[in-house]
Nanobody, 124 residues
Framework: QAHLVESGGESVQSGGSLRLSCAGS????????VGWFRQAPGKDREFMAG????????KYADSIKDRFTISRDNAENTVYLLLNNLKPEDTALYYC?????????????????WGQGTQVTVSS
């Protein structure tokens, strides 16, 4: 069954960096738009960044645009999210999602395929 698998989340100190991975299984990501979201307890799922694989076009939320970078690796069928200068308020469960489309949407409801999430915890 087609699905996504996130990895790379862990506990880090404020100011540190992490690289999150989103691997497609039974899903050719070069035909999809892929987005990264995060959700803290009691909060809505928040869009952070997205990429259209075929064109490389990207979209970022203003709140993290200067700190997070999305990229892809064709050979690995994987999308990455590089998190720099992490802050305690970045603590959340991070998800990737994919939709058979050629444009990026910020709404979680627009995506069909989701991973299980990977936890990022940032301490002071």
């Amino acid at each position: 069954q087609a699905h996504l698998v996130e990895s790379g989340g862990e506990s880090v100190q404020s100011g540190g960096s992490l690289r999150l991975s989103c691997a497609g299984s039974g899903l050719a990501l070069d035909e999809y738009a892929v987005g990264w979201f995060r959700q803290a307890p009691g909060k809505d799922r928040e869009f952070m960044a997205g990429i259209v694989w075929s064109t490389g076009s990207t979209k970022y939320a203003d709140s993290i645009k200067d700190r997070f970078t999305i990229s892809r690796d064709n050979a690995e069928n994987t999308v990455y999210l590089l998190l720099n200068n992490l802050k305690p308020e970045d603590t959340a469960l991070y998800y990737c999602a994919a939709e058979y489309n050629f444009y990026i949407r910020a709404s979680a409801a627009a995506y069909t395929y989701w991973g299980q999430g990977t936890q990022v915890t940032v301490s002071s």
